[in-house]
């Protein structure tokens, strides 16, 4: 089976769907191809874009740019704009060369999206679409405006139209969690039957909790390395250092647990254009992106985790590493943390305070931990994801090649 994935950048050295999936699915036995742009991620956000330059190698962002990486290939295409918005140039010709069997834009709307669906008929794969949209990113999934509306007008003719377009030519249509896949269906113009819930995945292999003596001497190494004294509790935030993501809060909240006795002390790995705000905060220790494959180590070297307001796939990656996890009501779908996790108010100091006192108990930390962990490896690897996903396109193959 040749599975060709479209995605409109190439986030290496990153825990994203973007590289995990096609390296779970080639070692399920798929011939993979990863086609993106030469366009590092957050592109479009100046304040982002070298961070993911560096990070990604800007020798690997140039068109023509081919390489082997964890069992499938990447081609880096070059980028067109059209209407304000990119276009992958070379892709037809490339998909004519591959040939493959299936195909899965990253996205079910844009024109990336559009391609495929317009090449499907001639090259005659099979193409399947996701939608990443979330509603706490999507204002307007909560918005209370009618149809005429000139924001809902906008989203119909920039989004729902085209996306209903590919809808026609893509036999389902992936979302992480079940807003994403309202979303797609409400405001993209998926049709509703073709939506499916499969969740994102976290690399077991990388991120796992303390197991051995060698986890616990490098938990014991990450924290002398941060200058945490033996008593303290580390509360971890990895990301973006945006406006939206509201870190200073995080901050100010762990400051005020601090003040009523609690050991709790601030680490925060990212960047982003709040970042030299973060850095005067006193205490906070401040480190810049690490590669995915190092995350796993300063997780294990933490005792929370907290996301103050959005989603992010790293949630997964701490409640793998024994985490427990703190995230805000403004998170629709939480299957990841019910049962491992808080949920606090979002935007509220005092409640975010009041959250991370209760988990000052060590016995309260260790079984939503564990909880956790088990969870992860049991239900969201990406091993079980990617066989999932395999067996799905298998039997799509098999009834695409059924005689009449």
Request: charged share 25%; with cysteine.
């Amino acid at each position: 089976m040749k599975v060709v994935v479209l995605a409109e950048t190439f986030p290496r050295n990153t825990g994203y769907f973007g590289v995990m999936f096609p390296k779970y699915l080639a070692a399920q036995g798929a011939d993979v191809h990863l086609m993106t742009l030469d366009l590092p991620p957050y592109w479009n956000v100046s304040t982002m874009r070298s961070h993911y330059t560096d990070l990604v190698g800007r020798d690997v962002l140039v068109a023509g740019h081919t390489e082997r990486l964890n069992g499938y290939t990447v081609h880096v295409l070059r980028h067109r704009f059209r209407f304000g918005y990119v276009y992958m140039s070379g892709l037809r010709e490339k998909l004519r060369e591959l040939q493959p069997d299936i195909v899965y834009s990253l996205s079910a709307i844009g024109w990336i999206a559009l391609q495929a669906a317009i090449y499907k008929p001639r090259l005659g794969y099979s193409l399947f679409t996701g939608s990443h949209t979330a509603a706490s990113t999507f204002p307007l999934y909560r918005l209370d405006a009618p149809w005429y509306s000139p924001k809902r007008i906008k989203v119909f003719l920039t989004r729902a139209l085209p996306g209903r377009f590919v809808s026609l030519f893509t036999v389902k249509c992936y979302g992480p969690t079940i807003d994403c896949q309202e979303i797609a269906w409400r405001f993209f113009g998926v049709q509703k039957r073709k939506t499916a819930v499969m969740h994102l995945g976290v690399d077991t292999d990388v991120f796992h909790p303390v197991r051995n003596d060698a986890d616990r001497a490098s938990r014991e190494e990450v924290r002398r390395e941060i200058g945490a004294a033996p008593g303290d509790l580390i509360v971890i935030y990895t990301g973006k250092l945006t406006a939206e993501k509201n870190v200073p809060l995080l901050l100010q909240a762990v400051d005020a647990a601090r003040a009523r006795g609690v050991p709790f002390h601030s680490l925060v790995i990212g960047e982003g254009p709040d970042r030299e705000a973060i850095a005067r905060h006193p205490g906070v220790k401040l480190l810049p992106y690490q590669s995915y494959e190092q995350l796993g180590r300063y997780y294990r070297a933490a005792d929370v985790a907290v996301w103050p307001t959005n989603e992010s796939t790293s949630m997964l990656d701490a409640a793998a590493c024994g985490l427990p996890l703190v995230v805000s009501d403004g998170i629709v779908y939480r299957d990841h943390v019910d049962g491992n996790g808080l949920v606090y108010r979002m935007n509220s100091l005092d409640d975010l305070v009041d959250k991370l006192g209760e988990l000052a108990d060590p016995r309260r930390r260790a079984a939503l931990g564990d909880a956790g962990a088990r969870k992860m490896a049991e239900r969201f690897s990406w091993q079980r994801h990617a066989r999932l996903r395999f067996e799905e396109y298998a039997a799509e193959l098999k009834k695409r090649r059924r005689p009449a």
